[in-house]
């Protein structure tokens, strides 16, 4: 099973970037846990901080990998486009995030992708994406 793990602009920073709201730890580091919690999988990983890059990215993957982790940052709440993108290719996708969204500022409390997706983890760290993936293996619908 391929699935397309996508972080989205500014997670290249994460362990750097406001360790109280983000933690501190990498994610290259966490995709290593990945890697070896999840040996089945055939995890490929992109990040980028420009939107074209991220809609191009699930053009390219979302039609032949079997699921897609979406950590989309601040283009969850402004970005009709990669809503479009994922809504466009039949990879099924979970929307992630590191922190609970909602009980943050109101700006974050709307996302463009949940509609899209079939489901939405958040609040749980970089063991968001440990749960996305146990979804993408055991739910089935
Ligand atoms: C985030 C939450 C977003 O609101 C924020 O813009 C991010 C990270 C999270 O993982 O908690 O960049 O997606």
Redesign the pocket.
Known sequence: MQVLIING???NLLGVREPDVYGSQSFDSHLEVLKQNYPKLDLVYFQSNSEGALIDCIHQYGFDVQGIVI?A??Y??TSVALADALAAVPAPAVEV???N?FKRESF?HHSFLSPVVKGVV?GFGLYSYNLALDALINYAD
Request: hydrophobic share 30%; proline share 7%.
């Open positions: 602009p500014n997670l950590n940052g601040a969850t709440h995030h590191l922190s969204v974050r958040g």
